[in-house]
């Protein structure tokens, strides 16, 4: 404390930070955390600064060691320096800066000397500093800056003196006994969450067990699901999404088309959860035993796919939670439980769990449960339905909750609601997000959104998921359209986001009959069992294997953040380019937007981005179609055929490349 009126240096401006620190940024393994900061101290003293990182023990009482980096001066005070977090979980990180007086000294010696002065004092002067870092070097290095400081204070060896204090060893020696006592540190420790590359990479599909049946008319499930897999293996993806597997609630039980009163058969919605069979946790009979969702789960992992489930808080009638936790529901004034409701929407098969109730804490702890039980059973991905209509602090708490014993999982928020709803879900620990994506059409909408995303605060926490279709959503991008408007889609889905899904095998079949008046498909998989030829091979399928087999092998691909946009002359082409700097990979992908006519125009290639001369023409290989082309110059031709292919995925590479 004795201290603290001696300290001289300001650091201020200090990122990434989300709300001052209240919440983590996010990164992946190995990806690099730059921070950046001011900072400066009075008058024209010389500042040095360190970053300073180490893995979090909160809780544990057993702090680790900070781990420190030299910051960069950058210019006009701004620092910066950056770390990667080796481990999955969560990082601190801070700044400590300091008057640095040795590089003070040189710097004032450098100009007196430049100007012909006397420098007989200004040598004693760096000689005390010296004799004042002997304290804190270990014996070896004390003997060598003794024989220094002997030089410097030799008025007959003065040329010699001068040229030995500006030598790299005097400075390495110097910096490693710097006094940092009077150090200012940031008053904040800032953390930062590291989590798994499928975190930031990843390809979904969505499917219905029971419509996988082999033959008409019979129910689906998991067994017959597994002969599926190769398919789904085929065309690339890493992770599949079940809708619920629970046992489905009779009460209310919705019918084809969301009829409010089902036919003797019918199915149900399976976000109806809970029945007599069980709960949150049981298996719908009909899908078949634990037993053979643990296997599929396993047959699942030899194709290099990982299954992820809905984590639905939500009711039916028959839930065994409505009469062992009553308390857990709203009853209204005639003893009957309000069900869900999203006006003018009605789900009378659905009740929703009351987060006000006074028993919460109980609440909490079995919804906690109910995701370690299936985490036990192999499963590490939750896409969880409708977050934004439970409260924030119980998501805050229960993914800190399973972190503690869990750092691989990883929560999908299903959250089509308002912007600051979906980044509140993000801020307290969802993994990833639905996005907008699926409503956004046009070139400037794209580029809009895209760099909301990229480059503004919501880099930091934020991961879009981007879905051209989901079981509740049939967009006007694909309703009623031909086959151009899913490759369009696909392509640009699967390109501008690293983490992207559709709902099959609806997408692949190019399926769009839309519901009369809604965004919603027509006979929704969600309320009857289909039954579907998944062998039948289509160009969307087609192409949905290539652009798969692609993001996997350019790396530029493999991340969201990377992404800058090109200018077209063509308002119906959009243009964007990645980079990947570790391993030079950079691609340009062209798309036309326009699913009904072929578009044609001029693009900007950004030179000094992708690092080429302008004057060297150089080599763009187009991996959906194998063809090459030469390039010169910034400005480029192209022509797209929607009905060909839609899009270019150019990689650049040089001329002898080729």
């Given amino acids: 404390m004795k201290l603290e009126g001696q300290k001289r240096v300001s650091i201020q401006n200090v990122s990434p930070q989300i709300e001052g ?3 983590p940024i996010k990164r992946i393994i190995n990806e690099k955390i730059e921070v950046e900061a001011d900072i400066f101290g009075d008058g024209h003293d010389k500042v040095d600064a360190v970053l300073l990182y180490r893995e979090s023990r909160r809780g544990s009482g057993k702090d680790k060691k900070w781990e420190e980096l030299p910051m960069i001066f950058e210019g006009n005070d701004h620092w910066s320096a950056a770390f990667e977090g080796a481990k999955l979980g969560t990082y601190e990180y801070t700044i400590e800066g300091w008057i640095d007086h040795f590089s003070t000294w040189k710097y004032g010696l450098k100009k007196k000397i430049e100007d012909k002065q006397n420098v007989r004092t200004e040598l004693l002067i760096g000689a005390d500093l010296m004799e004042d870092a002997l304290e804190r070097l270990p014996a070896t290095q004390k003997k060598q800056l003794r024989n220094w400081i002997k030089l410097i204070k030799d008025e007959e060896k003065e040329s010699e003196a001068i040229s030995k204090v500006f030598e790299d060893a005097v400075k390495k020696i110097m910096y490693q006994a710097r006094n940092r006592e009077k150090a200012t540190q940031y008053h904040k420790i800032l953390t930062a969450r590291v989590e798994r590359k499928r975190a930031l990479f990843s390809a979904w599909y969505e499917f219905f067990p029971r419509s996988t049946a082999e033959n008409h008319g019979e129910h689906g499930t ?56 069980g709960g949150h946790k049981a298996i719908h ?77 109980n609440l909490w702890k079995e919804l906690k449960s109910v995701v370690e039980y299936w985490i036990d059973k192999g499963v590490k991905i939750f896409r969880v339905d409708n977050p934004h209509t439970k409260s924030f ?30 980044e509140e879900l993000a801020k307290v620990g969802f993994t990833q997000s639905y996005t907008y994506f699926t409503w956004r059409n046009s070139k400037e909408e794209f580029e809009e959104y895209l760099t909301e ?29 031909g086959e151009a408007s899913f490759l369009i889609r696909i392509i640009l889905a699967s390109t501008l986001s690293s983490n992207y899904g559709i709902y099959g095998p609806l997408f692949e079949f190019g399926e769009n009959e839309a519901y009369p008046g809604k965004e ?19 160009r969307i399928k087609e192409l949905i294997g290539k652009l798969n087999s692609i993001r996997n092998e350019n790396p530029a691909l493999q991340t969201t953040y990377n992404i800058a946009f090109a200018e077209t002359d063509n308002d119906q082409i959009i243009c964007y380019t990645k980079i990947d700097r570790q391993t030079g990979n950079k691609l340009i992908t062209v798309v036309n937007i326009n699913p009904d006519h072929t578009q044609s125009g001029w693009i900007k290639v950004p030179l000094n981005e992708l690092e080429i001369q302008g004057h060297e023409p150089f080599a763009v290989h187009d991996l959906l179609t194998g063809s090459r082309y030469i390039w010169q110059n910034e400005w480029n031709y192209v022509e797209l055929h929607p009905q060909a292919m839609p899009a270019h995925i150019l990689r650049v590479e040089t001329v002898t490349e080729r």
């Avoid at 489905?248 to 019918?266: D, F, M, V, W």
């Avoid at 529901?329 to 009378?348: I, L």
């Fill in 21 to 23: 620190g209240k919440y």
């Fill in 222 to 277: 998991f067994k017959s699901s597994e002969r599926i897999l190769p398919e789904i293996a085929n065309m690339g993806f890493d992770v599949i999404y079940l809708p619920p597997i629970h046992p489905i609630g009779k009460s209310h039980r919705k019918g084809t088309n969301n009829a409010t009163e089902a036919k003797p058969g019918e199915p149900g919605s399976p976000w109806a959860i809970g029945s007599e069979e």
């Fill in 285 to 361: 009979p009909e899908l078949g035993t634990l037993e053979d969702f643990t296997s599929f789960i396993k047959k699942a992992e030899s194709h290099g796919i990982e299954v992820a489930i809905d984590f639905a808080i939500q009711c039916s009638p028959d839930h065994p939670y409505v009469k062992e936790h009553p308390q857990w529901f709203k009853w209204r004034p005639d003893g009957t439980v309000q069900y869900a409701e999203n006006p003018p929407k009605k789900y009378q098969d659905v009740l929703p769990v009351n987060f006000e109730t006074e028993d919460w804490e």
């Fill in 393 to 422: 602090i119980f998501w805050e708490w229960l993914i800190k909750e399973i972190d503690k014993k869990h750092q691989d999982i990883i929560f999908l928020a299903e959250a089509f609601t308002r912007p600051r709803v979906m």
């Fill in 453 to 481: 995303l990229t480059k503004t605060e919501l880099r930091e926490y934020f991961r879009p998921n981007f879905w051209p279709n989901t079981p509740d959503i049939l967009p006007v991008s694909l309703e009623d359209k």
């Fill in 520 to 538: 919603e498909y027509t006979r929704s998989e969600k309320y009857e069992v289909k039954h579907w030829d998944w062998y039948r091979p289509t």
